[in-house]
């Protein structure tokens, strides 16, 4: 194949589709770097709404959880989701999970809504500064290798708490906690 003709057809391709793909993947954080550290977590005051089965729905019930606590004039905190099954060990119809925000101790919450707490403890944590989308995936990647490397496993529940960024140039923050035994 001649190389001469070849570079100007995919030229036009490379700057039309994967340069603005490429470009979105740099803003969304997907280049970011996701820190891993031991620390103290909580405690956390939250509350939520329950939900069985594919993990995939649980933005939809963040929203429904935050029109409640708007509609009930409750101040909100960062999004929180609890989860307690690992989805490489449980069918996806089995998943369960708690997703809502962080609100202060002691609030009485409207139905469906319930209050729980999580008290202060000792955790892993993996934080990522990234797009609500894609932040998931890059911290229990990163924190699966981790454990993986000193012959551990991510143990569930995980708690993943959502810092939304005060820029629309800047992606919100990602901490996904895993209690240390």
Same mark, same amino acid.
């Given at each position: ?6 570079l ?5 391709f490379l700057?039309?589709? /994967?340069? $603005?793909?490429?470009? %979105? ?14 620390? =103290? +977590? ?8 329950e939900?069985?089965?594919?993990y ?15 509609a009930a ?17 449980v069918?996806v119809?089995?998943r ?6 962080? /609100?202060? $101790?002691?609030?009485? %919450? ?7 707490t999580?008290?202060a403890?000792?955790?892993? =944590? +993996?934080r ?13 990647a ?15 529940p ?24």
């Amino acid at each position: 194949m001649n190389l001469k003709k070849f570079l100007p057809g995919i030229t036009p391709f490379l700057l039309a589709f /994967v340069l $603005p793909l490429l470009l %979105v993947y740099i803003w969304w954080g997907g280049f970011n770097p996701v820190q891993i550290e031991a620390s =103290v +977590a909580g405690p956390y005051s939250y509350a939520y709404l329950e939900s069985r089965g594919d993990y995939s729905k649980l933005p939809d019930k963040a929203v429904e959880a935050r029109e409640v606590l708007q509609a009930a004039g409750i101040a909100i905190g960062n999004p929180i989701t609890v989860l307690f099954s690992n989805p490489d060990l449980v069918d996806v119809g089995q998943r369960q999970a708690r997703t809502g925000y962080l /609100v202060t $101790p002691g609030v009485t %919450v409207p139905l469906p809504l319930e209050v729980a707490t999580i008290p202060a403890r000792q955790v892993l =944590v +993996a934080r990522v500064r990234a797009g609500s989308m894609l932040a998931p995936g890059r911290a229990y990647a990163a924190l699966d290798g981790y454990l993986q490397a000193r012959g551990e496993g991510i143990r569930m529940p995980t708690v993943e708490i959502y810092e939304v960024s005060d820029s629309v140039l800047r992606m919100g923050q990602l901490s996904v906690e895993v209690e240390r035994p």
